[in-house]
């Protein structure tokens, strides 16, 4: 272990896996259980550790460039893990117009963290894949030359190899599930969790666009030379694309953290949840199927906490 291991930092792993009664599915004979990754690390919470464990590792202490939206996990945890184990990082931001403006809670925490934070104009933020474009990127950035860059919510083929731990985990329960339901912004997460998961995963994107399946297959391709696992995606749960969603979606989020004494993240989790519960309703499993829904994050910082977000902001 180097000492820009977040392994270092205490992680709680295997994270619990804990059933959750609840009558939408009991009454149908299922079982739902939370696997809690929300629990893994306060600062570094879900899969945002298990995507940047091995990066982090591979890093050794050079300074860590990546990009997000101006409400992204990935930008916070990144920074947090800087400021825990004493390396710099860059947070890459989308859309310049918020240079001038002040930081919204998840930024501000960003930036107490200790991460500079440059802000992008969205055709070039969109262009980072282009060579030229990332150069452009970095030279704004002021990025030094031995810089190690994380892609976008950190989704690389280390990020993937990490998120194998998860179906290992799952597996290695006392008793097993059968389904496994994720919720997905790149992909990578589903990548790895269903390489190793020995049931079915299920993957509920939060963005609109109908691409996902295609990226973990190059994810996926990438990490692991070709297809792994069993998963599907139901792309009906998206509630009008990232960081979107209505009242009921926002009402479903209340009762189910009510239900289960557990404040519920509303960028991804509570779509997963949502998606779940409309599935067992559906009738989409058979009686006796013990199904895990993975707690990938924790509410955003702020005085929100979660609660009602600005709408399409991304
Ligand atoms: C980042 C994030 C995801 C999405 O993970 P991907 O690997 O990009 O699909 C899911 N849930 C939460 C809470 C996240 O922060």
Same mark, same amino acid.
């Given at each position: 272990?180097?000492?820009?291991?977040?392994?270092?930092?205490?992680?709680?792993?295997?994270?619990?896996?804990?059933?959750?009664?609840?009558?939408?599915?009991?009454?149908?004979?299922?079982?739902?259980?939370?696997?809690?990754?929300?629990?893994?690390?306060?600062?570094?919470?879900?899969?945002?550790?298990?995507?940047?464990?091995?990066?982090?590792?591979?890093?050794?202490?050079?300074?860590?460039?990546?990009?997000?939206?101006?409400?992204?996990?990935?930008?916070?945890?990144?920074?947090?893990?800087?400021?825990?184990?004493?390396?710099?990082?860059?947070?890459?931001?989308?859309?310049?117009?918020?240079?001038?403006?002040?930081?919204?809670?998840?930024?501000?925490?960003?930036?107490?963290?200790?991460?500079?934070?440059?802000?992008?104009?969205?055709?070039?933020?969109?262009?980072?894949?282009?060579?030229? =474009? $990332? *150069?452009?990127?970095? #030279?704004? &950035?002021?990025?030094?030359?031995?810089?190690? +860059? !994380?892609?976008?919510?950190?989704?690389?083929?280390?990020?993937?190899?990490?998120?194998?731990?998860?179906?290992?985990?799952?597996?290695?329960?006392?008793?097993?599930?059968?389904?496994?339901?994720?919720?997905?912004?790149?992909?990578?997460?589903?990548?790895?969790?269903?390489?190793?998961?020995?049931?079915?995963?299920?993957?509920?994107?939060?963005?609109?666009?109908?691409?996902?399946?295609?990226?973990?297959?190059?994810?996926?391709?990438?990490?692991?030379?070709?297809?792994?696992?069993?998963?599907?995606?139901?792309?009906?749960?998206?509630?009008?694309?990232?960081?979107?969603?209505?009242?009921?979606?926002?009402?479903?989020?209340?009762?189910?953290?009510?239900?289960?004494?557990?404040?519920?993240?509303?960028?991804?989790?509570?779509?997963?949840?949502?998606?779940?519960? =409309? $599935? *067992?309703?559906?009738? #989409?499993? &058979?009686?006796?199927?013990?199904?895990?829904? +993975? !707690?990938?994050?924790?509410?955003?910082?702020?005085?929100?906490?979660?609660?009602?977000?600005?709408?399409?902001?991304?």
């Amino acid at each position: 272990m180097n000492a820009f291991d977040p392994a270092r930092l205490r992680p709680r792993l295997p994270s619990p896996l804990e059933p959750a009664v609840d009558e939408r599915f009991t009454r149908r004979g299922l079982t739902l259980l939370l696997k809690r990754d929300d629990l893994i690390h306060p600062d570094l919470p879900g899969n945002k550790w298990r995507k940047l464990a091995l990066n982090l590792r591979e890093a050794g202490g050079r300074p860590v460039l990546t990009f997000g939206g101006a409400y992204s996990n990935h930008l916070r945890a990144t920074a947090a893990a800087g400021r825990l184990l004493g390396f710099a990082t860059i947070g890459v931001v989308r859309g310049d117009e918020l240079a001038g403006r002040p930081l919204n809670p998840s930024l501000a925490r960003c930036a107490a963290d200790g991460m500079r934070l440059v802000f992008a104009d969205r055709a070039t933020y969109r262009a980072k894949h282009r060579p030229e =474009a $990332l *150069a452009r990127l970095l #030279a704004l &950035a002021g990025a030094p030359d031995d810089v190690y +860059v !994380v892609p976008e919510g950190g989704s690389n083929v280390l990020a993937v190899r990490g998120c194998v731990e998860l179906g290992r985990e799952l597996n290695g329960a006392e008793d097993p599930p059968d389904v496994v339901a994720v919720a997905c912004g790149t992909g990578g997460t589903l990548a790895g969790l269903a390489a190793a998961f020995e049931g079915r995963t299920l993957g509920v994107p939060v963005l609109r666009g109908g691409f996902l399946g295609r990226e973990v297959q190059a994810l996926q391709e990438a990490a692991f030379g070709g297809p792994r696992g069993d998963w599907r995606l139901d792309e009906r749960f998206h509630f009008g694309g990232y960081a979107r969603t209505t009242p009921e979606l926002d009402a479903f989020a209340q009762d189910f953290g009510t239900r289960h004494e557990l404040a519920i993240e509303r960028l991804y989790v509570a779509k997963m949840l949502y998606g779940l519960t =409309a $599935l *067992a309703e559906e009738g #989409a499993f &058979a009686p006796g199927t013990r199904i895990a829904a +993975v !707690v990938t994050g924790a509410p955003e910082p702020g005085p929100d906490s979660g609660a009602g977000r600005p709408r399409g902001s991304g």
